[in-house]
Each structure stands twice: as C-alpha cells, then as structure tokens.
C-alpha cells in the first residue's frame, strides 16, 4: 500500500511557475512507477507527466512538453512536478499516482495509487 499526498496548489497568473509536491508513505516507494494526471469538472482523467522507479524515464503530454518537468527523489519518497509559463488552459485538479509496474504510463487504469489531488488555477 502506498499513501499519496499532494501539495502546492493554488492560484497564479499566467506565465507563473509552480512545483507540486507528492509525499508518499508506505513501502518501497521507489519500486513505483509515478505520473501526474489532471482533471476538470465533466471531463476525463489526463495524463500530464510520469517517471519511471528511477527517475531516469520520463514522458509528457504534448500539451506541457518543455514547459513541466517530473522529477523525484526516492530518498525523502517525493515526486515532484515544476511548471513554468503556466496558461489558463493548465487550470484542473492535480493528482499524483503510482503504478507497480515501476516505469511510465499514459494510461489511468494502470496507477494502482491515487493522491486526493490538489487545485491549480490559472488565471488569464
């Protein structure tokens, strides 16, 4: 079992950088695979970053490509993600997952994990 939480929501204009955070508790974070989806009200679950066990994968959306970066660190069990130039179009809920495959999926039926999520809004 692992325990997500994420943190570092909030509001931001456009053109602001923000980092989440996700904190995991548990065993054997560093055996995860980890992502970062997002989600508004009314539509699907979209994948926005995720990172293999190690951290040495990584793949995005094309929507955020060279704008977010994933990055973890297995010693303080934390994935990050650090977002730049933010749009308005970035506004959603946050969520962190783990999948126990330990590298990196689009898909959402494969995180075993999921966090609470946190709001990020971009305003225009």
């Known amino acids: 079992q692992v325990q997500l939480v994420e943190s570092g929501g909030g509001l931001v204009q456009a053109g602001a950088s923000l980092r989440l955070s996700c904190a995991a508790s548990g065993r054997a974070f560093s055996v995860y695979g980890m992502a970062w989806f997002r989600q508004n009200p009314g539509r699907e679950r979209e994948f926005v970053a995720g990172?293999?066990?190690?951290?040495?994968?990584?793949s995005y959306a094309d929507s955020v490509k060279g704008r977010f970066t994933i990055s973890r660190d297995n010693a303080k069990n934390t994935v990050y993600l650090q977002m730049n130039s933010l749009k308005s179009e970035d506004t959603a809920v946050y969520f962190c997952?783990?999948?126990?495959?330990?590298?990196?999926?689009?898909?959402?039926?494969?995180?075993?994990?999921w966090g609470q999520g946190t709001q990020v809004t971009v305003s225009s």
């Open positions: 997952a783990a999948n126990g495959f330990g590298f990196t999926m689009a898909a959402a039926n494969r995180y075993t994990f």
């Open positions: 990172c293999s066990r190690s951290g040495a994968s990584t």
